[in-house]
Nanobody
Framework: QVQLVESGGGLVQAGGSLRLSCAAS????????MGWFRQAPGKEREFVAA????????YYADSVKGRFTISRDNAKDTVYLQMNSLIPEDTAVYYC?????????????????WGQGTQVTVSS
């Protein structure tokens, strides 16, 4: 089992920044690729970003490319999502997830473990 706990969400004005963190425990963190997903009210959960177990490969949804950056610190068992130039459409609950798969990381079905989510609200 892997336990994931997100933090760093909150209310921010459009154009602002937030940094989300996801702390992992329970298994060897570096064995897992990690992803961030989000879900807005009335919408399906959607892919935001993912990072390979080593951090050497990153993937982004087109909607956040150039604004968001995913990174990880395997020594701290933590993955981060730096979000800049936030827009109201980024408002959602953000979830981190862990998977032993190394490909097709944009699909939520690939992930074995999920955090409880953290709310991000961007005001206009």
């Amino acid at each position: 089992q892997v336990q994931l706990v997100e933090s760093g969400g909150g209310l921010v004005q459009a154009g602002g920044s937030l940094r989300l963190s996801c702390a992992a425990s329970g298994r060897t963190f570096s064995n897992y690729a990690m992803g961030w997903f989000r879900q807005a009210p009335g919408k399906e959960r959607e892919f935001v970003a993912a990072i390979s177990w080593s951090g050497g490969r990153t993937y982004y949804a087109d909607s956040v490319k150039g604004r968001f950056t995913i990174s990880r610190d395997n020594a701290k068992d933590t993955v981060y999502l730096q979000m800049n130039s936030l827009i109201p459409e980024d408002t959602a609950v953000y979830y981190c997830a862990a998977t032993t798969f190394g490909s097709w990381l944009m699909y939520p079905e690939r992930y074995d473990y999920w955090g409880q989510g953290t709310q991000v609200t961007v005001s206009s």
